[in-house]
């Protein structure tokens, strides 16, 4: 795994030595007046966001708010209509976007649904990104890495010859969050991973998402409409609403600014289940602590 690790995060190494501490503490995602328009329609305008290091930030919002379009501009899906995208400590709203792909191969994608290719197997699909960023790799060690991924992601060995039609919706999940880690990325973004997974298989994927941050040192910036994912994994949660970013910070922190929609959305019924089943578990894990 040595050699493996090596290959993906020489990126890192080019540092000089006086740059790693700026380069540790500098937030890995910064967005500066971010606007967004289609047609006369402006889905973001004035948008402001950071991202801290090591952080699982949750970003919320109404339908319409632009989570999906605030993604896919951060990583170069969407190109904005103004503002300053900066990833990773590079500027990826200047200039020619073949020049950003030594930090495009920095981070990875789960797309909602997975987003896998349907005439790959699973194996095949983790393999695409270190086909398209290491062609040099044998096919030997490309597969042994995709094997190791998906293994990282939860599934079992034989998931690495199905096909995605041949998945659970859970599965298929888990294969998209394989491909979204072949590359050992620094960053992981996570859009809707746990939308159609029944509760126990959302609860899974969350407690594996938070154990992948704490063993791999991963940012996570992750859209998401499940109350329980926000209170049980998410370090800060981003609020989208009025074309821009009203509030950041921890739940609790976001109550006290008495927003109308924030106070609906986490003091509505939902809300306030997700909230005292986090605190029941919360109990649990203490107990069993102090056994």
């Not at 073949?98 to 495009?104: A, F, L, P, Q, S």
């Not at 939860?154 to 294969?175: D, H, Q, T």
């Not at 989208?240 to 910070?249: E, Q």
């Amino acid at each position: 795994m040595a050699d493996k690790r090596a290959m993906t995060v020489q990126h890192n190494a080019e540092l000089h030595p006086e740059d790693h501490d700026r380069f540790a503490s500098h937030p890995p995602i910064v967005v500066e007046g971010l606007v967004n328009k289609f047609g006369d329609f402006a889905v973001h305008d004035g948008l402001d966001l950071e991202v801290r290091r090591g952080e699982i930030l949750g970003v919320v919002g109404g339908s319409g708010t632009g989570k999906s379009v605030l993604m896919r501009s951060i990583i170069g899906l969407q190109t904005p209509t103004a503002g300053r995208i900066e990833v990773l400590g590079r500027c990826i709203t200047d200039g020619d976007p073949d020049e950003n792909i030594g930090v495009r191969c920095r981070w990875g994608v789960l797309f909602q649904g997975g987003a896998l290719f349907s005439t790959l197997t699973v194996g095949e699909n983790v393999e695409v990104p270190l086909k398209q960023f290491y062609p040099e790799l044998s096919d030997d060690l490309r597969k042994e890495i995709a094997r190791y991924k998906v293994l990282l992601s939860g599934l079992p060995e034989e998931a690495v010859a199905k096909y995605p039609s041949e998945l659970s919706g859970g599965m298929r999940k888990r294969a998209g969050l394989a491909r979204a880690l072949a590359l050992d990325p620094e960053l992981l973004f996570l859009d809707e991973p746990t939308a159609g997974l029944d509760p126990i298989g959302a609860a899974k994927f969350d407690s594996q998402t938070r154990e992948l941050k704490e063993t791999l040192g991963l940012t996570v910036f992750l859209i998401t409409h499940d109350l329980d994912t926000l209170y049980e994994i998410c370090d800060r949660v981003a609020v989208l609403a009025d074309k821009k970013v009203i509030a950041v910070g921890t739940i609790p922190e976001l109550l006290e600014t008495r927003h109308p929609w924030i106070d609906e959305y986490f003091n509505g019924p939902r809300g306030r289940g997700a909230m005292t089943a986090h605190r029941l578990n919360a109990g649990r894990r203490a107990a069993d602590w102090g056994d």
